[in-house]
């Protein structure tokens, strides 16, 4: 039972961090900042990075909770 609430947790934060990656990436700031250099700023893509990290750790948990039992 723990591990499937910590599965969900994992899965609502990373799917939060990748929409606050979207929103940054879409400001003027960034924008900018991704026109003259080609990337996006530190910030987003440590959001992308978290985001994903955490999404797919939730996941995997879900499904390898489910098969062990």
Not at 16 to 36: I, N
């Amino acid at each position: 039972m723990n591990n499937k609430v910590l599965a969900v947790v994992l899965l609502v934060v990373g799917i939060l961090l990748l929409v606050f990656a979207y929103q940054s990436s879409q400001s003027m700031g960034d924008q900018v900042t991704e026109a003259v250099t080609g990337r996006f700023t530190d910030s987003t893509i440590w959001f992308l990075i978290f985001g994903a990290a955490a999404t797919a750790a939730g996941v995997g948990m879900m499904l390898l909770g489910r098969s062990g039992r």
